[in-house]
């Protein structure tokens, strides 16, 4: 029998979705997520609203590109999560970073970890970058050498 919750559906956040996340992760990274970020990505795919305060270098950015990793696969492969309700085809992340570094690192991560694997990756760097555009126009967002990503 599956984990529940009182509605009678699936919960990521109960100890069958704490076995389905890991694998899905280590099967596209070199490394596991942490029991902190894996309480904070399973609550947010059930649907929570996830707030994470962490020393620096803890791991807080990993929460992003581990949950849109985790989404993008369960869209393109339902199979892997008994869950009933299905994940979009074109998951959105939205990220609003407070400095232009934490930015730059975060662009620079996602090329690593997230773009190699899915070439539907939308992604905004800077100001200069209609957002609305992008996400209506199907632009994509490429590393430029420098560590920051510049739409095309």
Not at 96 to 125: H, K, M, Q
């Amino acid at each position: 029998m599956l984990p529940t919750d009182s509605n009678g559906s699936f919960r990521f956040s109960s100890p069958r979705g704490w076995q389905i996340c890991p694998k899905i992760l280590t099967d596209r990274l070199l490394f596991g997520p942490h029991d902190y970020q894996l309480e904070g990505i399973t609550q947010a795919l059930d649907g929570q609203d996830v707030v994470a305060v962490s020393a620096t270098g803890s791991g807080k950015s990993a929460y992003i590109y581990m949950l849109a990793i985790l989404l993008l696969e369960l869209a393109k492969d339902p199979s892997l999560s008994p869950m009933k309700k299905k994940i979009p085809a074109d998951p959105a992340v939205v990220v609003v970073c407070p400095t232009t570094a934490l930015e730059d690192d975060l662009v620079r991560i996602v090329f690593i970890y997230v773009e190699s694997s899915f070439s539907n990756l939308n992604c905004t760097g800077r100001e200069d970058a209609g957002l609305w555009i992008i996400s209506q126009g199907n632009q994509h967002c490429h590393e430029d050498g420098n560590g920051t990503g510049r739409q095309s």
